[in-house]
């Protein structure tokens, strides 16, 4: 552990880091200097981002804008047709190369002071570089190829763009571990297509949106759509996978029989008599060959894949200070879908998300936690359901997923 990983877990006023990894001390999700050192040792050090979908550039010259972290980023299918990201960051005096969320072009102009990057984010020219009349203008032996934006290195896996800023990060594949990548194969195993978006701000540090993501017994309790129409039980199959350096997880839900006067499973309520208005809003088809009916996976520290019966989304963490964020959700399909898929797929859509049925509570939970730990800087959290250790289980009762993020964050953050 070097100075800086002990100033921040031991030299610190409000106390010191437990020991193993069911316990964690909520100053963590409250101090500035912790989300400092998150920007430096996480999001810029050796893990990979999400950035956008290989779709989403189908043309050169097509871009995308994106965060890594408080990193602003630029991905563009770029000349060769391969494609480049790097940070959204004129080199001159440090303006966005780039202000849309999406669009197509030749090459970037700095609005400001007109300095201009190829799609690769190599500076290419300089307003009045020889300046006016043969006063003012550059230096004569100012390189330009010196100087210019972050390029992150990128990987297209399963038709998601990844980057990151580090040469040390290993591949992507060895990162996230060959168990969670066969996860992320069975569903994402053909064309997508992109059908909606939209961005969450919710009102907590970042890591609790992560817990929560990775917490995989909390929708029994928590969301009352399951719980109402008695949809998901522990007692239901599954279980949850954890990588071995916690960076991953995959929990995932086995369908249950259909009942015996039930055209859909648990969509009424025996005993507080609610029924679905359109039951039809759950019906579904298995088109993973399996009978998982939800199955939510992670990859550290920002990224998720959803798939909720036949809803498909990705969901992209974004911070925005210690107690906000954004949550960015693109919902997509595949190119293939039949009209009565795609159009399950949308009405399923309303499962998940800020007003979703059975999600709704997950934007509010953290806002919950924020607000009651703000005077609970010398207290811990405790992670004790199934054990102690971050491992694999045939069970969603357990906080063994949590724990592994906690295993990847205090790995990158050297404590």
Not at 105 to 133: E, P
Not at 205 to 227: C, G, Q
Not at 230 to 249: F, P
Request: with cysteine; aromatic share 10%.
């Amino acid at each position: 552990m070097d100075q800086s990983a002990r100033d921040l877990a031991n030299d610190r006023s409000m106390g010191h880091w437990p020991e193993g990894l069911t316990r964690v001390p909520y100053w963590v999700y409250r101090d500035p200097d912790v989300a400092r050192d998150e920007q430096a040792r996480l999001f810029e050090g050796p893990a990979w981002h999400f950035l956008c979908l290989d779709i989403d550039l189908p043309d050169i010259g097509d871009y995308r804008t994106t965060m890594v972290g408080a990193m602003p980023v630029v991905v563009s299918r770029a000349e060769d047709g391969g494609i480049a990201a790097f940070e959204n960051r004129c080199a001159h005096r440090g303006a966005l190369i780039c202000l849309d969320d999406a669009g197509k072009g030749k090459d970037f102009h700095c609005i400001y002071h007109a300095w201009r990057y190829d799609l690769r984010g190599n500076l290419k020219s300089i307003a009045f570089r020889h300046g006016v009349n043969g006063k003012g203008g550059m230096p004569e032996n100012f390189d330009m190829a010196a100087h210019g934006p972050r390029k992150l290195r990128v990987t297209v896996v399963c038709g998601l763009v990844f980057g990151t800023l580090s040469e040390e990060a290993p591949d992507f594949e060895t990162y996230v571990g060959p168990e969670v990548m066969a996860r992320l194969r069975r569903v994402l195993h053909k064309k997508l297509e992109v059908i909606g978006r939209f961005t969450q701000p919710l009102p907590c540090n970042w890591k609790l949106y992560m817990e929560n993501v990775r917490d995989t017994y909390h929708a029994s309790l928590l969301h009352t759509f399951f719980t109402t129409f008695r949809i998901t039980r522990l007692s239901q199959g599954g279980g949850v996978m954890v990588g071995a350096n916690g960076v991953a997880h995959a929990s995932t839900t086995l369908a249950a029989p259909p009942g015996p006067d039930d055209t859909y499973a648990g969509m009424r309520s025996d005993n507080q008599g609610f029924q679905l208005e359109d039951p039809s809003f759950m019906a579904s088809v298995a088109e993973f060959g399996d009978n998982i009916q939800l199955q939510i996976l992670s990859i550290f520290p920002g990224f998720i894949l959803q798939q909720i019966h036949n809803a498909l989304a990705i969901r992209q963490i974004v911070p925005r200070g210690v107690d906000k964020m954004d949550l960015n959700w693109t919902y997509i399909g595949f190119a293939d879908d039949t009209p009565e898929l795609r159009n399950m797929r949308l009405k399923q859509g309303n499962l998940a998300g800020p007003a979703g049925l059975v999600s709704m509570e997950d934007g509010a939970v953290g806002g919950f936690v924020q607000r009651g730990i703000a005077a609970a800087n010398e207290e811990d959290s405790i992670l004790e359901m199934g054990g102690a250790s971050a491992e694999t289980s045939e069970t969603r009762a357990t906080e063994a997923s949590v724990r592994g993020f906690w295993k990847a964050w205090r790995a990158h953050m050297d404590i």
